[in-house]
């Protein structure tokens, strides 16, 4: 069992570029939540999706970041045309059902780097 | 002791002391808290979970309170190990859709 897997660990953008971010769940899993961790703060939720479906983008900013769950392959969540802001380590995590109480594993996140 | 500076709380016990770590939680609606690890460099680590219909709940070296009539948690670890030394967040299921809310954190540091 290979745990939540994030990659890649850390990313270097320049101002303007766009990021890929991906994780694919823990086996069995198909629920899927992106949150985002600023420098000595706590996760903050972005997106919740379920294989081909976004359930929750309540936390998504709504200009530049976009999420999607295929139905072959990992979540992603894509960042268009970065500003330093967007600076931040970026964690997955998965269940098999709905919500932390059915077994919430998170991945070792995505460090973006903005330049 | 236990201090509030400009960014996390840090906590500083000596290894073999108990550790008490306190959260606020903010929804009075979350029926599941739990508590997380984070070393640097890492995600989250699943350290130990409670629902709202009990107000203890007891692992291995650790426990978690809760406190419903103020909407506290507490995760108390016994004779702290250099290994504990970690940030550590409590978490409440208050959002919708199943995601989780979690609080500030706390640096727990060990001095050996």
């Known amino acids: 069992n290979a745990g939540v897997m994030q990659n890649p660990r850390h990313l270097v953008r320049r101002r303007g570029q766009e990021a890929r971010l991906r994780c694919s769940p823990m086996?069995?899993?198909?629920?899927v939540y992106w949150y985002r961790q600023l420098p000595e703060e706590g996760l903050k939720f972005m997106v919740y999706l379920q294989k081909e479906n976004i359930i929750d983008e309540s936390g998504m900013p709504k200009e530049r970041f976009s999420a999607e769950f295929p139905k072959e392959g990992p979540s992603i969540l894509r960042i268009q045309q970065v500003v330093r802001g967007d600076s931040a380590a970026y964690f997955c995590a998965s269940s098999q059902g709905r919500g932390a109480v059915d077994g919430y594993t998170f991945g070792s996140g995505t460090r973006l780097t903005v330049v | 002791g236990e201090s509030v500076g400009l960014h996390l709380p840090t906590l500083s016990v000596q290894e073999g002391d108990n550790s008490i770590i306190n959260c606020a939680y903010s929804?009075?609606?979350?029926?599941?808290f739990i508590w997380y690890k984070q070393e640097s460099g890492k995600g989250p680590q699943f350290i130990i979970d409670i629902r709202s219909n009990m107000d203890k709940r007891q692992g291995q070296r650790v426990t978690v309170l809760l406190n419903k009539t103020v909407k506290h948690l507490s995760l108390q670890i016994a004779a702290t190990q250099p290994g504990d030394s970690a940030v550590y967040f409590c978490a409440e299921n208050g959002g919708s859709q199943g995601n989780l809310i979690f609080g500030k954190g706390t640096k727990l540091s060990v001095k050996p």
């Open positions: 929804n009075s609606a979350s029926d599941y």
């Open positions: 086996k069995g899993h198909s629920h």
